[in-house]
């Protein structure tokens, strides 16, 4: 009798799987993305026993009661090392590249005589393509394999950085730092997606923590590497650096990085692609970050200009979003990452804390070189207790999480120690105090610290093994714009205010002083103010250092709804297990088709409720 119960159950799953692959054919054969691939997507299969069914199970969809344990690859901790340092090298440059060339600006606007516009766009291409490219980068990579894709990557911020350190004039160098941009916001995804398949969620938080670790490292000593480029070489090795150490992790990868790689079809691939969701995401970003960007420096706030690129910005994102919803057969978005209340928690916890970071890092600087007289080396020198908290915090919080699998305690004391760090910053005083300056900035690496990797690492958690590259897309397209925008909105809170106070000392500036300092330049007036006598520049370091408060008291504000969105994330077990990731177009199918299903029956379910009710 219990062969006969077996081989019935075997003959029933036989059809069912039968009737799953026909459904699957037939749908897919509507799509555009298999014009010209018809053949059905070979099913990945792992064997499973039960006491009363054999049966083979596609990865992912393991028995009830059983964990899904397919044959890993083990690599040995030599490979591991090797990898890592890979990955730590892409990672340092993309980060670099953001503040390296803060001190070197000086000198390429004499080399080029730029104008003011064409000053700010030097920094702002890099930013605003490696914000806009980021999400798609995490899809491409689930079509054509995450190998090929990182290094294609890495080749483009090479490009970039070769275009930039041989320009000839001021529009190659722009255009070779949009190039840069995109080339850098690849690698700053797919190295966070890379670690995603190599790792178990449970050990991915340590190697999270390095590469969090580099990150402020990174933008930390940028502008300190540049200053020392620009005063003893030039400041075009600010971006032929780039090309002997991005060139090394190009070969690490290519001969050691060994993840599944599919055989996509490149033509089939490119029609899978969201090129509507593509175009629709980088407009919107660009033009949301330009208003902002030009808001109050370049043209009045009020100026159909900048109402006109932040309204067009919101109003094209919209429209990216019904596109995702609606249009797109491969979403490099999609709407279901932000279903969940914790998922959401996630991602505005990212932001609160990429908003802060980037608070810290641009306006301290300002704060030492302007009130308290430091050249920009020693600038970058004053923020190494910033440094040093951060990056000792990091590798601590990164074993504490494989050690305990435990994640939100980390940020939720993160979040409440950066709460605490950025009110401190409001009591920085018009005067060196190196007591205050120091201990505030170590209180601050300690809530900095944790929330590079453990946010993502609470997201990922909550998310099937299918989503995981376009959610941590996501995740750094999220933290991209909160870097951009908390420079931008703290520029206009800071030159708001040092509006005010320059106004209030019109009877003893003079009217050249005012009409310097009153414009959207009062943050890049250093020389300037310096050069004044005392009887002016002593009243204007302290309008400086009071105008600097009042931003310190709007970045608490955000630091503390930044901590009570963080309280939202749910609580998930970090599993040690690791399923191996699959990549392909066969296998996007496959879920997509899932997905439907799912969406079927859920809508099944709730008519048949409707019904009964």
């Known amino acids: 009798m219990a062969a006969l119960k077996n081989k019935e159950l075997n003959v029933l799953e036989e059809e069912k799987d039968n009737t799953v692959a026909e459904e699957i054919d037939t749908e897919s054969c509507d799509t555009t993305c298999n014009a010209g691939n018809t053949k059905e997507p070979q099913a990945i299969v792992v064997s499973t026993s039960d006491a009363s069914l054999s049966s083979e199970k596609p990865v992912g969809q393991a028995p009830e009661g059983q964990p899904v344990t397919p044959e890993e690859p083990k690599m040995t ?138 990150w402020a490292l990174a933008g930390a000593v940028g502008p300190v590497v540049g200053g020392i480029m620009t005063q003893y070489v030039t400041w075009r090795w600010c971006f032929y650096i780039n090309l002997p150490i991005d060139g090394i992790a190009f070969v690490i990868i290519f001969f050691f990085f060994e993840v599944h790689t599919p055989k996509t079809p490149l033509i089939a691939g490119l029609k899978a692609i969201d090129w509507l969701g593509s175009l629709t995401i980088v407009g919107s970003t660009v033009m949301f970050l330009l208003g902002l960007e030009y808001g109050g420096i370049s043209f009045p706030w009020s100026s159909a200009t900048v109402l006109c690129l932040i309204i067009f910005g919101i109003f094209t994102f919209a429209l990216f979003l019904l596109i995702q919803w609606k249009l797109a057969y491969y979403p490099i978005m999609p709407l279901w990452l932000f279903a969940r209340r914790s998922t959401i928690a996630a991602y505005g916890t990212t932001f609160a804390h990429g908003f802060l970071y980037t608070s810290g890092s641009y306006f301290l600087p300002l704060y030492f070189q302007v009130v308290l007289g430091a050249t920009p080396l020693q600038s970058g020198i004053y923020l190494f207790p910033f440094i040093i908290s951060v990056s000792v915090v990091s590798a601590l919080i990164g074993i504490f999480i494989k050690k305990t699998g435990l994640c939100l305690p980390p940020i939720w004391i993160g979040m409440a120690t950066i709460v605490l760090a950025h009110g401190l910053y409001i009591d920085l005083p018009p005067h060196m105090s190196w007591v205050r300056v120091i201990i505030y900035q170590l209180i601050a690496g300690l809530g900095i610290g944790p929330n590079f990797q453990a946010p993502l690492i609470a997201l990922q958690s909550h998310l099937r093994p299918g989503d995981i590259a376009t959610a941590t897309a996501t995740f750094g397209f999220v933290r991209n714009m909160a870097n951009s925008i908390s420079v931008l909105l703290g520029g206009v809170v800071f030159q708001n205010r040092m509006r005010a106070n320059i106004r209030t000392l019109s009877s003893i500036l003079s009217p050249e002083t005012i009409k310097a300092l009153e414009g959207g330049s009062a943050g890049g007036s250093t020389d300037f103010v310096r050069a004044l006598p005392d009887r002016e520049r002593i009243p204007i370091l302290n309008a400086y250092n009071q105008s600097l408060k009042v931003m310190w008291i709007f970045y608490t504000s955000v630091a503390a709804i930044g901590f009570f969105v963080s309280l939202l994330i749910g609580r998930q077990k970090l599993n040690k297990e690791h399923e191996i990731t699959k990549t392909g177009l066969d296998v996007q199918e496959r879920e997509r088709q899932e997905r439907l299903r799912r969406d079927r029956e859920k809508q099944s379910r709730k008519g048949t409720t409707d019904l009964e009710g």
């Open 77 to 214: 901790k030599g490979r591991i090392a090797v990898i890592i340092t890979a990955l730590c090298l892409a990672t340092f440059l993309a980060a670099l590249d953001m503040t390296i060339i803060t001190t070197a600006l000086p000198t390429i606007s004499k080399t080029f005589r730029t104008s003011e516009a064409d000053y700010t766009w030097i920094g702002s291409a890099y930013l605003l393509a490696a914000a806009a490219s980021t999400p798609i980068w995490g899809k491409v990579s689930d079509i054509f394999g995450r190998k090929p894709i990182l290094l294609t990557a890495n080749v483009v911020f090479l490009i970039g950085s070769l275009l930039c350190a041989v320009s000839i004039n001021i529009r190659m160098l722009i255009g070779g730092r949009a190039v840069q941009g995109v080339g850098g916001g690849g690698l700053l995804a797919l190295v966070n997606i890379s670690i995603s398949d190599l790792f178990s969620i449970r050990s991915r938080g340590i190697y999270y923590s390095i590469i969090g670790m580099v």
